[in-house]
């Protein structure tokens, strides 16, 4: 039998998307080396591990870039790292043990850069028992670019993505998303799981109508998937990069259309970013309101293993959430 570990939880306009069609209880600190013990790989149908439960997790890896220098500018302060062999596979390592320490079914990353990277990822989950039918890359094609993807155990539907879609910025004009918004659409056995996965406008160099834009769009194409498809399971996650209460996360929230999960939690529970001392849910799972009564309740955790909040060699917290899908 697998060990248990006790984790520390501390705690979703209409526009055309353009198509790629491919027919809880708190607890101590986990230390930063805990072992994982091997499971079965995921089985055809993608069931879940857990009867009648599925995990939805998402976690900003934190600037995995793989060995090669693709901007041609990777000195030291050049916003792309190229690293060593070595210190590739031991970031490998350390986020492969995390995420399979989660043990999700359905996972949202960001900042992945390269198939390169999420191929390595996947083979070492693999090799931990960890197995993944579905991964995908939101590649947006720049150099050194830092992108989203998501990793399930499902049966694979069909991929959409959304960056090309123009979006109306309050000010006037229109902007894009910054990273893909990514969305995949599986099965659980009889039950259709929808996935969208998002990396909102950073708050360096901040740009807080840009990522509003984002925020209002995402919701109205989540908000009409969910609608569109009241017997599936419609999920977001992503490193939204605003916390509860801001512009873009109310942007979300507006009439209720999506939920966010982690809301049923203390503040301090919900974070998942800290800086300069200060915690903050930057991270967040939201459901389709019509589809909300699954998500079962207080299940989100943060999962952290360093004191200054991060998992897994992250400066971020990773958060997951379970929801029925009997």
Known sequence: MRRLFALLAVALVAVACSDESIKP?????????????????????????????????????HRYFDTLCDSGNCAAGDFEEAPSQAVFDAQTDKLAKGIALIDPDVISLEEVETDRCLSALTAKLASLGKAFTISHLGETGSPGSVDVAVLARGTLGEIKTHRETRIPLAGGGTTTFSRELLEIRMTFG???????????????????????AEAKAAQAIIAKTST???????????????????????????????????????????????????????????????????????????????????????????????????
């Open 190 to 212: 009889e039950r259709q799981v929808v996935m969208f996965a998002a990396h909102f406008r950073s708050q360096v160099a901040d740009d807080p109508a840009r990522r509003l």
């Open 228 to 326: 569109d498809l009241p017997d599936a399971l419609v999920l977001l996650g992503g490193d939204l990069n605003d916390k509860p209460g801001s512009e873009a996360i109310n942007a979300l929230e507006a009439g209720g259309a999506l939920v966010r999960v982690a809301k049923d939690l203390p503040p301090d529970d919900q974070a998942t970013y800290i800086f300069n001392g200060v915690k903050s849910a930057l991270d967040h799972i939201f459901i389709g309101a019509p589809q909300a009564t699954r998500y079962v309740g207080k299940s989100t955790t943060a999962y952290k293993d360093d004191p200054r909040g991060g998992f897994a060699g992250s400066d971020h917290a990773a958060l997951a959430a379970d929801f029925s899908i009997e």
């Open 25 to 61: 209880t708190p607890g101590p600190v986990l230390p930063p080396d805990a072992a994982v013990d091997a499971a079965a790989p995921a089985p055809d149908g993608g069931a879940t591990r857990r009867p009648g439960v599925l995990r939805v997790a998402t976690f900003n890896v």
